[in-house]
């Protein structure tokens, strides 16, 4: 089936030790998405790709970086984890954007900080 | 700033109707979406609404006045299963998904 994996589900780091999520997909999408989300609130989207065209979120902090390596795989790096980085980390995929086109979403990776 | 309003938590029993409701202010729209979040899964996409009007899935309908900036999920029959949130999100004059923060749906037998 046609999907987006996002590994592991769950991360465990310590604080300030560098950390990396992984987002693949199937799909053959042209852009995708990091999110992060805490627990009741709305997926807070902190980049986007649109093909490698990347594009960062203006309050998306430095310590985040992302990588677009080919068109199926997308990775988020966390250069020094704090406590407040504590979320799910959403990984979404879509055509491009025009009428119902929707976005596609991974299980999340819950990475707890240490 | 934009802004996408949801109550935070409803509660409902098992096969009644239940309506929950959204409200934005968004720089531009085009377009609406309801998704439904099972607590530590990812968004599903549930529902699409770009002109006013209802918008009918099997048990799941949406409904969107452009006007007041307001759509509705009405939700029928329900079952224990549509235990949930359901997010809200609403596509600005950037194509970007604004994003409100989730009705915590609780079912009662």
């Known amino acids: 089936d046609a999907m987006v994996i996002q590994n592991p589900r769950y991360q465990v780091t310590q604080f300030g030790k560098p950390v990396t999520l992984s987002c693949s997909q199937t799909?053959?999408?042209?852009?995708m998405y990091w999110y992060q989300q805490k627990s009741s609130q709305a997926p807070k989207l902190l980049f986007h790709y649109y093909d490698k065209d990347f594009n960062n979120e203006a309050d998306t902090p430095d310590n985040f970086q992302s990588r677009r390596p080919n068109t199926s795989f997308c990775f988020l790096d966390i250069r020094s984890p704090g406590l407040g980085d504590a979320a799910m980390y959403l990984c979404a995929t879509s055509r491009p954007i025009q009428g119902a086109e929707t976005q596609y979403f991974g299980p999340g990776t819950r990475l707890l900080v240490l | 700033g934009q802004n996408i309003d949801q109550p935070t938590e409803m509660t409902a029993t098992e096969g009644a109707i239940v309506q929950i409701n959204c409200t934005y202010q968004?720089?531009?729209?085009?377009?609406l979406f309801w998704y439904q979040q099972h607590a530590g899964e990812a968004p599903t996409f549930l529902s699409y609404?770009?002109l006013d009007g209802l918008e009918e899935k099997g048990r799941f309908s949406s409904f969107l006045s452009r006007s007041k900036g307001y759509s509705y999920l009405l939700l029928k029959e329900l079952q224990m299963k549509d235990s949930a949130s359901y997010l809200c999100a609403v596509r600005d004059s950037n194509y970007q998904l604004i994003w409100g923060a989730g009705t915590k749906l609780i079912i009662k037998p």
């Open positions: 799909l053959n999408h042209n852009v």
């Open positions: 968004t720089s531009g729209f085009n377009g």
């Open positions: 609404n770009v």
